[in-house]
Each structure stands twice: as C-alpha cells, then as structure tokens.
C-alpha cells in the first residue's frame, strides 16, 4: 500500500514570506496528524485531525500557522508570515483512527524548512 | 502530564556488539509506549509498541524492549549490531489525557563502528 505522501520535500524561503505544505495519508485512515521537528529534537504535535475536525491544535502558533483538511483526506500546513525559528522539519502522520491511544502513526518523508 | 526521556543522545557501538537504547517515562496512567526510527532525510518508522499485552516487545530489524513499570523503563534492545542499524531513535508515549497524542523524547542517535 501506498505511504504517506508530502510536498514539497524541501523548502528554503525568507522571513516574513508565506509558505504551505501538503500531505495525503494513507487511503482510509481517519486520524491525520502534523508534527514540527527541530533539528535535534523529538517531533513535536502541531495539529491532530479526526477525519475534518480538529482533535488538538493546542501547540499550533495560531497567529502564523494554519491547517486544514477538507473533505477528511490531503490536509495543508501554512504559515504565514514565516520566522527564523520556524526552520524545521514538518511531518504528517496517519493512523486508521479505530484503536485510538495504541493506534500505529505511519510518517511521510517530512518537508524540511529553511527560513532565511 | 506524560513525558518521556531518553538517557544519552549519542551511542557508539562497535558492529556485532548489543546495543541498547535507554528510556523511561512518567504516566499517572498505564502507558502506550513506542520506539520509532528515523534513517536521514526520512520519515520515522515504527520499530514496536507496547499496549500491556506482554511485557517483552519484538519488533522488526531484529530490536526488542522489555516494559518495566518499576521501573519506569522501556529500554530498546538489540543483540548484535548491523551497520544498517545506524539510525535516530525516539521513544514515544501517547497521550491519553489528549486523544493519543505521541509525546517524543529528545531522541538517540545510534552510531555503528566497523
């Protein structure tokens, strides 16, 4: 079966510009999550969708970042406007959604930020 | 509140020999626990998870962790290492006050000498 996809893999932009990400999990899994990962750090929970509605955006910075997914499949990260500390790598995870708590989160590749 | 730490962020050891990858957490409640692997430039992939069915987890790659709550560990083992085995490792735990969140350590970057 097909992973969980992101683009774009790589995304180098200057402060104060604006910049999205995408991320189509894996088909049929309810539960879609979006972690920041800054260099020598463990992922860290941005956003957690259940099918199109927010479960957790308590860590999202909700005046610079957004998320969404409509119709409960691809989702999009944006941040605007875009800070130095911002540079990171941003993964989406997926997960059936049936077992909960002990669910298995599978991860895309990730889109590495640099923000100059 | 559930966190995880991890001992040690960097860990050599020579090819063949038994590495292991220390972690303890905090949990007012029984724990999901998780190792993940993250190989550079990729995403991370599930090792094992511990849901309080047995107590000692095998997972893939030939990796094992044992659940002590005693302890609080849930350390990650592997009797000989591959040079392939050259990874970050994250121990995880999810969060079950905040719909099972996964809350990382710092990670553990695992070196292999020839």
């Known amino acids: 079966e097909a992973g969980v996809a992101q683009s774009p893999r790589y995304k180098i932009i200057e402060k104060r510009q604006s910049v999205a990400f995408w991320c189509n999990p894996i088909?049929?899994?309810?539960?879609l999550y979006w972690y920041q990962q800054i260099l020598g750090q463990g992922p860290k929970l941005l956003i957690q969708?259940?099918?199109?509605?927010?479960?957790?955006d308590s860590q999202l910075p909700k005046d610079r970042f957004s998320a969404e997914r409509l119709k409960g499949v691809d989702s999009t990260l944006k941040i605007q406007p875009a800070k130095l500390e911002d540079s990171a790598v941003y993964l989406c995870?997926?997960?059936?959604?049936?077992?909960?708590?002990?669910?298995?989160?599978?991860f895309g590749p990730g889109t590495r930020l640099t923000v100059l | 509140a559930q966190s995880v730490t991890q001992l040690g962020s960097h860990v050599s050891v020579s090819e063949g020999a038994l590495v292991l990858l220390r972690c303890n957490y905090s949990s007012s409640v029984p724990p999901y626990l998780f190792w993940y692997v993250q190989y550079p430039n990729q995403g991370l992939q599930l090792l094992l998870k511990?849901?309080?069915?047995?107590?000692l987890v095998k997972g893939i790659n030939g990796f094992e962790a044992e659940f002590k709550k005693s302890e609080t560990s849930f350390h990650l083992t592997k009797p000989s290492a591959h040079m392939s085995d050259a990874a970050e490792y994250f121990c995880?735990?999810?969060?079950?006050?905040?719909?099972?969140?996964?809350?990382f350590g710092q990670g553990t970057e695992l070196s292999v000498k020839p």
């Open positions: 995870a997926s997960s059936l959604g049936i077992t909960g708590l002990a669910d298995t989160q599978y």
């Open positions: 969708f259940q099918n199109n509605g927010v479960v957790d």
């Open positions: 995880a735990v999810s969060d079950q006050n905040q719909g099972g969140k996964l809350i």
């Open positions: 511990y849901t309080s069915a047995a107590t």
């Open positions: 088909s049929g899994h309810a539960t």
